[in-house]
């Protein structure tokens, strides 16, 4: 979401099944990364307006990311367009054959027209 807001050159972004709202989703790894007062610095909530097309594909069935993460952001995010997978889990996004991932790759296709 960083390089979409601040770069002429991205012309949108792809959520898969992201976290985006850090504040909301603080797990044992992340706070290995950074302190917890550092997440809504961080978070991709925090950049809203991005000011491009921003594309949230998310499973319904998602177990590791609440899909509300991607529901929340489109919410606050007047670009942003939600694409709720049925049946879809986290790994799907990134599992060629899936249709989640179809919908990632769509979405891709359809920003990349843009360029």
Known sequence: ??????????VGAVAQAAVLDFTKHITARALE???EEQFA?????????????????HGDLD???PVEQSVEFCAVEQQA????????GHMDVITPGTES??????AVVRLARGC
Not at 81 to 88: I, S, W, Y
Not at 101 to 106: K, M
């Open 81 to 88: 367009e939600l694409v709720v997978v049925r049946g879809g």
């Open 41 to 57: 610095e961080a978070s991709p909530t925090a950049l809203v307006p991005i000011g491009k097309p921003v594309i949230c594909v």
């Open 101 to 106: 991932w179809e919908r990632c790759r769509e």
């Open 33 to 35: 990364l950074c302190a």
């Open 63 to 65: 177990e590791d990311v």
């Open 1 to 10: 979401m960083w390089a979409a807001k601040h770069s002429p050159r991205v």
